[in-house]
Each structure stands twice: as structure tokens, then as C-alpha cells.
């Protein structure tokens, strides 16, 4: 298989790697080596790949920005994506309709909006990510998700087939969505308003603002480890874990951070193990004194 592959990859734009360090390709910096790590620059190359690969392997990961994933050392059987430069591409239809390609980070798509006096995905500004994973875990922040702005989402599925999916189709929770496992995002279509530039700006800043005082930012994080009880009566997971778990708690490298206690940090070199170790005992410590299980927001690949 990789000898075809080899030669595969000497006629298409992307790029195949082997055996290829992941830590790179987390804000955590943590992670093993990859079987196979393909960047596709177009939509055949993507479509022959998963259809050659399909035959021998099913075992595939669509990493984006990497801004929420925790892997393991030990993915040296997996095949992982990441979707090249032409997938991250902008454009504008008729009706204030913006298209972003999957590939592109979320502040960009808010900056391209705003560039064009359109309003509405302000909020993308202050979510680390890139628009696949944002629509993958309906990614929201300061009042407003995905679902809300989501209009349509291009995707291929592990046979090459593309389609367009609806909104109006698709289940949104909090952050999750019911869209297949076996879906790579390739681009989505947004709703926006005409609005003054200046005050799109200032939207921004203020949100930019609230999360610069609230969240620890330049480090090596995930973001949120746990999603929020689903009980709304419930305290958020930061109160739980601040009331219930000792903050100076660390395993290897993998500490929690000072500024805001759902986020954890790789001060150092922290291994997956660490963090997984971390992650796993505040959620003991939580569940042994409050009855809670908290749910993971972190996506772990292992």
C-alpha cells in the first residue's frame, strides 16, 4: 500500500507523509505519529485517496485547526486528513451569503466579514479554530453557536461522494451535532446582515476583550476540557471543578490553568498520558463529590 501510495502522491498538488509527528497539529503540542498523514489540495485528489485507501483501512481522522484535541502517542495505525490551502477560500452569493472553505480558521471568516461591512459572525473571532471543527461540535461563544449562523454544509463522505446538507437537516445539541463520523466538511454557506464597519469592530473588541480576561490565552491549551452539566440548574464545569478539585493538582507537564479552571495547560512537555492522567481526575474528584459526570468537550484520538 505505501509503495502505491508513493507513487500516488507523485501526481497530485497535496502532500503525503509517513510515520509523521502530530504535535505540531495540536494547540496542546501532544501527540505520536501518524500511519499516514495526506494534505489534498483538490477535490479528486481527496476523492481517489479515500477510495484507494478505503479498500485496505478505515481508520480515518479529519484534524482542522487542532485547537480541541487531545492525542494519543499511540495513533501509529491511524490516517489522518487535513484539508490543503484550497479549502480555505472566501467568497460572497447574493444576499449577504458568505462561503468559507472548512480549512479556514474562524477568526479570518469574522475579519473577512467584517472587511465587508457584514454582521454576525463576530463571535467566530474568539473561537481557536477552524470552521470544520467549529461546525463538527456546533462551536459557540458569548451567546452565539454555529446553528445559529449555519446556513449549508458541503461534504464528502468516505465513498467520494459530495453533497450539500441543510441546516434545516441537521440536529444541533450542545456543542455536538448529529452529522456522521464518516463526513469530511469541505465548505459551508453563513447568513449575515449589512451592518457599519466601525461598529462591527466594535463588537469584536469587546468580545476579544472578555475573553482576554476570562481565558488564559498563549499557551499550550485545548479550551474547555468539560462541556457544562446539561442541567441548566447545575453550576457551569469551571464552578465545579473550582469548588471541588485542588487547582495546584498536576500530572507531569499537564496542569490546570490559574486563570480559568476548566482550561488545562501543557506548561512544558507534557505527554498524552499526563493529561489524560489530569483529565481524568478531576473528573473523579468532581463525581465523587457532587454526584456530576462531566462530559468531555476536548475530543481525545487514540
Known amino acids: 500500500m505505501l509503495k502505491d501510495l508513493n507513487s500516488f502522491s507523485k501526481n497530485i498538488k497535496g502532500k503525503i507523509k509517513f510515520d509523521y509527528s502530530l504535535k505540531n497539529h495540536t494547540w496542546l503540542n501532544i501527540g505520536g505519529n ?19 485507501i478505503k479498500k485496505e483501512h478505515n ?15 499511540n495513533v501509529n495505525n491511524h490516517i489522518f486528513i487535513k484539508l490543503g490551502k484550497n479549502f480555505n477560500k472566501i467568497s460572497l452569493l ?11 480558521l474562524d477568526k479570518s471568516v469574522s475579519n473577512f466579514a467584517c472587511e465587508n461591512n457584514l454582521s454576525g459572525l463576530e ?16 462551536s459557540g461563544c458569548f451567546g452565539t453557536e ?13 465513498n467520494g461522494n459530495v453533497y450539500t446538507i441543510n441546516s434545516k437537516n441537521i440536529k444541533f445539541g450542545y456543542r455536538q451535532t448529529n452529522l456522521p463520523k464518516n463526513l469530511i466538511f469541505l465548505s459551508a454557506s ?8 466601525k461598529k462591527i ?32 440548574s447545575e453550576k457551569k464545569a469551571w464552578e465545579l471543578i473550582k469548588e471541588h478539585v485542588d487547582s495546584k493538582i498536576s500530572f507531569g507537564d499537564a496542569k490546570i490553568s490559574e486563570k480559568h479552571c476548566n482550561f488545562f495547560i501543557n506548561t512544558n512537555n507534557a505527554s498524552f498520558e499526563n493529561m489524560n492522567n489530569l483529565i481524568n481526575f478531576v473528573k473523579k474528584k468532581v463525581k465523587e463529590k457532587t454526584g456530576i459526570t462531566l462530559e468531555l468537550e476536548l475530543e481525545i484520538v487514540d
Not at 467566530?124 to 461540535?137: A, E, F, K, V
Open 34 to 52: 501518524a500511519k499516514i498523514f495526506f494534505v489534498p489540495e483538490t477535490l479528486t485528489e481527496l476523492k481517489d485517496f479515500l477510495l484507494y
Open 59 to 73: 481508520n480515518f481522522f479529519t484534524i482542522g485547526a487542532g485547537s480541541n484535541l487531545l492525542i494519543s502517542e
Open 94 to 104: 447574493k444576499d449577504n451569503v458568505l462561503i468559507a472553505g472548512c480549512s479556514i
Open 123 to 138: 463571535f467566530l473571532s474568539c473561537i481557536p479554530g477552524s470552521i470544520g471543527g467549529g461546525i463538527r461540535m456546533n
Open 146 to 158: 454555529f446553528k445559529d449562523v449555519l446556513l449549508s454544509v458541503q461534504v464528502m463522505d468516505f
Open 190 to 197: 453563513f447568513k449575515t446582515n449589512k451592518k457599519d464597519k
Open 201 to 232: 469592530e466594535e463588537n469584536i473588541n469587546i468580545l476579544k476583550e472578555k475573553k482576554e480576561v476570562s481565558q488564559p490565552l498563549r499557551v499550550k491549551t485545548g479550551g474547555s476540557t468539560f462541556k457544562n452539566p446539561k442541567n441548566q
